[in-house]
Structure formats: C-alpha cells, structure tokens
C-alpha cells in the first residue's frame, strides 16, 4: 500500500485492460489474430473469449520454454488456438519469426507489447515496429512506454530512480525511452497513419473513476498507453 507500490501496481492491472479492450474493438471489426508480444506469464489465451481468434505468443526462447514446463506441471492444457513463437528480439526480426510459426501476414492482426519496451534498444524497438507497420491496413499495436526521466517531475524522478535501481539489479536495465512527440514520430516514419496516447489523467477518467476503493494512478506520471493503427 506505498503509495509508489500502489502506483505501479495500478499501472500493470490498467495496461493490460486496456490492451484487452483495444484487442475486443480489433475483434469486432474482423481481426482474427492476435500477437502477444514479450509474453511472459501471460493468461489471455486461457481467458479468451473469441474462439476464432488465433493467439501467437512471441517471448525470448528460454522465458517461453520456463513458462511451457510451469504450464504442464501445473497439468493446464495449451489450447489449439496458441501458437508459440520463441524470439529474441534483439537477434532476429519478428517477420522471421512469425513467418515460421504460420502467421497470415496478408491479414490484419492486433500485437500486444506490454512491460517490453524500455528494455530494448532502439534499433530493436524501430525494427519490430517496421515490420508490423508493413502488415495490412487494420493492424493495431498497443503497447506501454516509459517517459524519458528527464521530463519528469522531481517526485517522478525519485520514483523512477528507484525502480530503474532495482531492474538493474535484476540484470534487466532500461535502456529506452520516449516523449509522445519523439514516439509518435517513430510510429510514423514506420507506416502507422492514427494514434491514440493517454497519459495518467486520462487513463484515470476511463478505467479509475468512481472506484469505492479510490485505487487510480497518481501524479507521478512515467509511462503512457499507446495504440497505433496501419
């Protein structure tokens, strides 16, 4: 319950409801595949409520086969509509690896990217996002990203400071990280025509308002929600 443990906790509960909606709106309007990207213990293929929705997981190698053995040790089924995808980002190009899992790249998909981004380079973010931004008109990426730190408040600061510490520590730094000026200009140069950026506030407004609890994000604000369309 710190008020920067309850923040991040907020956080990670809205990005992933927010992509889930983004993905149902896709759904709605015909797409029927959706990328997970940087899967890791992801669940929404065991929650999945569209049955004609294929679900490529895309995840680093050694994370995939972690979370295939905890799956069958825990004895739960893997359902016919997952595809795994083993990739490491940094060393292969997600075209590649999605070609060889079956993915219908004459078709719209939807690509989810959460808790992914600020530990990649830039060159491996510009190149997953070109190759998705080459995909048909319909395809969407949602996705989360972290504020560059120096255009955050003092308090802001402070908690990035200490959260950035102890993913370092974890062997996992951040290396990346955006204005919505500077990445609605990488959305672009990489073939996305519309994009939807919210900030705390708004993101608050839609999924925090009225709560009885009174859970909802403060005004430390380091990371947006995106959604970019081809």
Same mark, same amino acid.
């Given at each position: 319950?710190?008020?920067?443990?309850?923040?991040?906790?907020?956080?990670?509960?809205?990005?992933?409801?927010?992509?889930?909606?983004?993905l149902a709106t896709a759904v709605a309007q015909g797409v029927r595949q959706y990328v997970v990207l940087g899967a890791g213990l992801d669940t929404f293929v065991y929650r999945n409520p569209f049955p004609e929705l294929r679900?490529?997981?895309?995840?680093?190698?050694?994370?995939?086969?972690?979370?295939?053995?905890?799956?069958?040790?825990?004895? =739960?089924?893997?359902?016919?509509?997952?595809?795994?995808?083993?990739?490491?980002?940094?060393?292969? %190009? @997600?075209?590649?690896? @999605?070609?060889?899992?079956?993915?219908?790249?004459?078709?719209?998909?939807?690509?989810?990217?959460?808790?992914?981004?600020?530990?990649?380079?830039?060159?491996? &973010?510009?190149?997953?996002?070109?190759? =998705?931004?080459?995909?048909?008109?319909? %395809?969407?990426?949602?996705?989360?990203?972290?504020?560059?730190?120096?255009?955050?408040?003092?308090?802001?600061? =402070?908690?990035?400071?200490?959260?950035?510490?102890?993913?370092?520590?974890?062997?996992?730094? &951040?290396?990346?990280?955006?204005?919505?000026?500077? @990445?609605?200009?990488?959305?672009?140069?990489?073939?996305?025509?519309?994009?939807?950026?919210?900030?705390?506030?708004? =993101?608050?407004?839609?999924?925090?308002?009225?709560?009885?609890?009174?859970?909802?994000?403060?005004?430390?604000?380091?990371a947006m929600l995106v959604t970019a369309w081809v």
């Amino acid at each position: 319950m710190h008020p920067v443990a309850r923040d991040f906790r907020a956080f990670m509960a809205v990005r992933s409801r927010y992509v889930e909606d983004r993905l149902a709106t896709a759904v709605a309007q015909g797409v029927r595949q959706y990328v997970v990207l940087g899967a890791g213990l992801d669940t929404f293929v065991y929650r999945n409520p569209f049955p004609e929705l294929r679900v490529f997981e895309v995840d680093f190698p050694a994370t995939q086969e972690w979370k295939r053995e905890m799956l069958a040790r825990a004895g =739960i089924a893997l359902p016919a509509e997952l595809t795994f995808v083993p990739l490491d980002f940094e060393h292969h %190009t @997600l075209a590649e690896g @999605l070609d060889e899992a079956g993915f219908d790249r004459t078709l719209p998909a939807f690509f989810g990217w959460l808790g992914v981004v600020p530990y990649l380079t830039l060159q491996a &973010f510009r190149a997953t996002v070109r190759d =998705i931004g080459q995909l048909p008109a319909g %395809t969407a990426l949602g996705f989360d990203y972290g504020l560059s730190p120096e255009t955050l408040s003092p308090v802001g600061r =402070i908690a990035f400071d200490a959260l950035a510490g102890r993913v370092a520590a974890a062997g996992e730094p &951040f290396q990346l990280f955006f204005t919505p000026e500077t @990445l609605e200009a990488e959305l672009r140069s990489a073939g996305f025509r519309r994009l939807e950026q919210l900030d705390y506030g708004e =993101i608050n407004d839609r999924y925090f308002k009225d709560r009885a609890d009174g859970l909802r994000l403060s005004a430390v604000k380091l990371a947006m929600l995106v959604t970019a369309w081809v």
